[in-house]
């Protein structure tokens, strides 16, 4: 049975309890990818007349917790984390460290734009905590990047039902513009604070 068809079983069986644990895992880190998930949740949730608002407000308030649990281990277990990481997983040294300067740097922003970039918003949250970014912000920004992130990725599920290929293109076409759109705001940060910069990295 592969990813798919055990997602659709899931939410068959258990309708909106498997929403929400499906989601709360993906955002806990669990490598469930959201761009399989929640787009499925949309085509299972049209098909079997389920709200699209409920599912978007049950996956924000499971995307939430997900958050605050590795934002909760960040806080607490601080640098060692993302060591224990670094080691464990070597091909996600890159992200993770590019990921903490820009959150270290850029707080508040980064934690939203992130919500919305594939690789990056894997570590946002432990990140976030790492670097004690204060909670009530980080739930603002969280609580903005998952909602526009989830209506887009259930909302497509929604409208496309079960053609999956065309999906597929849609959010790769949008990776590649939300990335690029993200690397644009980390240039024109950098060119606005590159004294600062040249300073931190001395």
Same mark, same amino acid.
């Given at each position: 049975?592969?990813?798919? &068809?055990?997602?659709?079983? +899931?939410?068959?069986?258990?309708?909106?309890?498997?929403?929400?644990?499906?989601?709360?895992? &993906?955002?806990?880190?669990?490598?469930?990818?959201? &761009?399989? *998930? $929640?787009?499925?949740?949309?085509?299972?949730? !049209?098909?079997?007349?389920?709200?699209?608002?409920?599912?978007?407000?049950?996956? #924000?308030?499971?995307?939430? $917790?997900?958050?605050?649990?590795?934002? @909760?281990?960040?806080?607490?277990?601080?640098?060692?984390?993302? =060591?224990?990481?670094?080691? %464990?997983?070597?091909?996600?040294? %890159?992200?993770? /460290? !590019?990921?903490?300067?820009?959150? &270290?740097?850029?707080?508040?922003? !980064?934690?939203?734009?992130?919500?919305?970039?594939?690789? !990056?918003?894997? +570590?946002?949250?432990?990140? @976030?905590? *790492?670097?004690?970014? %204060?909670?009530?912000?980080?739930?603002?920004?969280?609580?903005?990047?998952?909602?526009?992130?989830?209506?887009?990725?259930?909302?497509?599920?929604?409208?496309?039902?079960?053609?999956?290929?065309?999906?597929? =293109?849609?959010?790769?076409?949008?990776? #590649? *513009? *939300?990335?690029? +759109?993200?690397? #644009?705001?980390?240039?024109?940060?950098? $060119? %606005?604070?590159?004294?600062?910069?040249? /300073? #931190?990295?001395?």
């Amino acid at each position: 049975m592969d990813l798919q &068809e055990t997602i659709r079983t +899931f939410i068959i069986h258990y309708g909106m309890i498997s929403v929400f644990v499906l989601v709360l895992l &993906e955002y806990a880190s669990v490598p469930l990818p959201s &761009e399989v *998930v $929640l787009p499925f949740i949309g085509i299972i949730g !049209a098909l079997h007349g389920i709200s699209f608002f409920k599912i978007l407000i049950v996956s #924000l308030i499971a995307g939430l $917790l997900g958050s605050s649990i590795t934002y @909760a281990i960040g806080y607490i277990f601080g640098i060692k984390v993302l =060591t224990f990481v670094g080691n %464990k997983f070597p091909r996600t040294r %890159k992200a993770i /460290e !590019a990921s903490y300067k820009w959150i &270290e740097k850029y707080d508040k922003g !980064a934690t939203f734009i992130s919500r919305l970039v594939p690789v !990056a918003r894997t +570590f946002i949250s432990v990140i @976030a905590g *790492v670097v004690k970014m %204060k909670p009530l912000p980080f739930i603002a920004y969280s609580t903005i990047g998952i909602v526009i992130w989830n209506s887009i990725l259930i909302g497509l599920g929604f409208l496309l039902g079960n053609n999956t290929a065309l999906i597929d =293109t849609i959010l790769h076409r949008y990776t #590649l *513009v *939300v990335g690029g +759109f993200a690397i #644009l705001v980390i240039i024109v940060l950098v $060119l %606005k604070n590159r004294k600062k910069l040249i /300073e #931190l990295f001395k």
